[in-house]
């Protein structure tokens, strides 16, 4: 370990944009307890503007779907051999390997037998399924920062050194969102009928779930006319799939306003929303909506997945209330009938939109810390700078 600030150096990898996320957030928790250490590693933009150096672009790394990995993988393992090689050559006072667990495990593993100190930020899902994976975690990380208070417990048993720090999303959403102000800045009238449609912004959920979210739009739209649809795109490249994906599907008719980006300001604007699984899902649960979660997948794909679970529940905001508080629906279960029947049910049921409220405003006081002081403490403790 260097023996002053000016020459400690951390290392780090992100894989995936939320990862980029994550970690910039640590960094600027970080930094002013560092003054003049070198970030580096593999990174993305938000990493870069902490003063990040990424020895690798990161969308070498970003790869989406469990199948989508087999072509690529003597490249990302290539590129995970040579920066070994480079830290067990530079001996970093720590490695932190956010998110990217298939890559960053395999890393820390080798790293943490060579005696650097290996901090994993966000642990992965084993409580969701592949929970055999906590053997490697206990072989490969020296501290685990988690984002659910229920995961301390999980790696503590398991004799991994573990912090819960909060999660990030629950200190950007506010508490009280502003449905008003959200639907000003959209355009939509105060007292419309808003259902916020998000199929997913990877193109694979795209491709798997638009068809049906967009049929089962047009089939609440016949229910009641006076229904609005937004649905916020990741980007030109979604948007333009989305758009050949509904005319394959002949449903041009739907009027549905496509927004760039706003994610966040479409859920706010919504009375309800259908939402892929994933992240997502828990974003909608702090902005205190109804919603249906749905997922579709391809069929290989499925198969092997539906037999690692481990709970009856796959969208965080049922996780982490331990039942259903909203209706989940995947793959055949996630047609366009049952899609709108549900949705239906969370627009038109008042007194549960009540109870969804109070029940998500307790969930987000629950994730509710300073992240990025919390992520920081816990990685100077490790370093012996806490």
Same mark, same amino acid.
């Given at each position: ?19 980029? &996320? =994550? +970690?910039? $957030? ?8 560092? %003054? @003049?250490?070198? !970030? ?46 480079? &830290? =067990? +050559?530079? $001996? ?8 990217? %667990? @298939?890559?960053? !495990? ?253 029940r998500f405003t307790d969930m987000h006081h629950s994730l509710l810390r300073n992240s990025a002081v919390e992520s920081a403490a816990a990685v100077l403790k490790v370093i012996g700078r806490g």
């Amino acid at each position: 370990m260097a023996s002053s600030a000016d020459k400690l150096s951390l290392a780090m990898v992100a894989g995936e944009p939320s990862g980029d &996320l =994550l +970690a910039a $957030r640590l960094l600027s928790g970080l930094k002013p307890h560092l %003054p @003049g250490v070198r !970030l580096h590693g593999i990174g993305g933009e938000h990493m870069i503007a902490q003063g990040f150096e990424s020895h690798v672009p990161m969308d070498k790394l970003t790869v989406r779907g469990l199948l989508a990995v087999i072509p690529r993988y003597r490249e990302i393992k290539s590129i995970q051999n040579q920066l070994r090689d480079q &830290l =067990l +050559a530079d $001996r970093p006072a720590a490695f932190i390997g956010a998110d990217y %667990p @298939g890559f960053n !495990l395999g890393l820390e593993e080798q790293l943490k037998a060579a005696g650097i100190p290996t901090i994993h930020y966000i642990g992965p899902q084993i409580w969701a399924w592949r929970g055999g994976r906590i053997k490697k975690i206990v072989r490969a990380v020296s501290h685990m920062l988690v984002v659910f208070p229920f995961e301390e417990e999980i790696y503590r048993q398991a004799g991994v050194p573990v912090s819960y720090v909060g999660h990030p999303l629950a200190e950007v959403i506010p508490m009280v969102p502003d449905e008003a102000g959200a639907r000003a800045k959209l355009g939509l009238p105060q007292d419309a009928n808003v259902v916020t449609i998000m199929p997913g912004s990877r193109m694979s959920e795209l491709k798997y779930n638009t068809v049906a979210f967009v049929q089962a739009a047009k089939l609440l739209k016949q229910r009641d006319r006076s229904l609005r649809f937004v649905a916020p795109m990741a980007g030109e490249r979604q948007r333009q799939y989305f758009l050949e994906l509904v005319a394959q599907a002949g449903l041009q008719d739907v009027e549905i306003d496509l927004l760039d980006g706003q994610s966040h300001t479409a859920i706010a604007a919504g009375d309800a929303v259908l939402v892929a699984s994933g992240t997502a899902s828990l974003e909608v649960a702090l902005f205190k909506k109804p919603m249906v979660i749905a997922y579709k997948m391809m069929a290989l794909e499925w198969q092997i997945l539906r037999h690692f679970g481990y709970q009856p529940w796959v969208g965080l905001p049922n996780i982490l209330a331990r039942e259903f508080l909203v209706p989940e629906m995947l793959q055949d279960a996630a047609n366009p009938q049952a899609l709108a029947d549900a949705m239906w049910q969370q627009l038109s049921d008042a007194p549960h939109r009540l109870r969804l409220a109070q029940r998500f405003t307790d969930m987000h006081h629950s994730l509710l810390r300073n992240s990025a002081v919390e992520s920081a403490a816990a990685v100077l403790k490790v370093i012996g700078r806490g």
